[in-house]
């Protein structure tokens, strides 16, 4: 139980074009959804916390315009990464908090890597 | 602020024992994670401790203290596998995860 999935898994694209970056919980409802980004060699790094029905929550220096989050249902949220530059090419991971949980515990879904040319 | 430390890297011989530190200071604390992260992949849960004490899971034990901020991963009968970086983590009064930058561990044969 507790399967978190991301799609696509890879994606390459052309610097200036958008990106979307889908994370589902598969057997789970998540109220609240989190959206991570890894650099080479360098650790997590928390992007903004997506809450089912309202708008997403971005940690400082993250830029809100830039990366979209919806939150539309209790098993989807989605990342768009607009007008995508060479320094957007990240691993992005995102995780899913179980509604019914305790309240820490994520789940992670594998993570999508993007390459912006 | 908030700080979780862990050593950066660290290298140990298969077969052998490792032990992983991690401190904190955060503001609240309901809980401490740690998770395995193999390279270009997304990290996978370990452990979840929020007592203080040992929690053993086969290979993997993890002590917690929370009176001195501190707890340790304990790795025993190493693996060529378990080369990859460890990740502490601690769920603050607002139950969000802080995380560490995590402990490159390499095992050597």
């Known amino acids: 139980g507790a399967v978190v999935s991301q799609h696509p898994s890879w994606v390459i694209c052309k610097s200036g074009t958008s990106v979307k970056i889908e994370c589902r919980s598969l057997?789970?409802?998540?109220?609240?959804m989190f959206w991570y980004r890894q650099f080479p060699k360098q650790s997590l790094m928390l992007m903004a916390t997506s809450n089912e029905g309202s708008k997403a929550t971005y940690e400082q220096g993250v830029e809100k315009d830039k990366f979209l989050i919806n939150h539309a249902s209790l098993t989807l949220s989605t990342l768009t990464v607009t007008s995508a530059h060479p320094e957007d090419s990240s691993f992005y991971i995102c995780s899913a908090r179980p509604t019914s949980g305790t309240g820490c515990e994520q789940y992670f879904g594998p993570g999508t890597r993007l390459t912006v040319t | 602020g908030q700080n979780i430390d862990q050593p950066t890297e660290m290298t140990a011989t298969e077969g052998a024992i490792v032990q992983i530190n991690c401190t904190y200071q955060?503001?609240?604390?309901?809980?401490l994670f740690w998770y395995q992260q193999h390279a270009g992949e997304a990290p996978t849960f370990l452990s979840y401790?929020?007592l203080d004490g040992l929690e053993e899971k086969g290979r993997f034990s993890s002590f917690l203290s929370r009176s001195k901020g501190y707890s340790y991963l304990l790795l025993k009968e190493l693996q060529m596998k378990d080369s990859a970086s460890y990740l502490c983590a601690v769920c603050d009064s607002n139950y969000q995860l802080i995380w560490g930058a995590g402990t490159k561990l390499i095992i050597k044969p």
């Open positions: 401790n929020v």
């Open positions: 057997d789970f409802q998540a109220t609240t």
């Open positions: 955060t503001s609240g604390f309901n809980g």
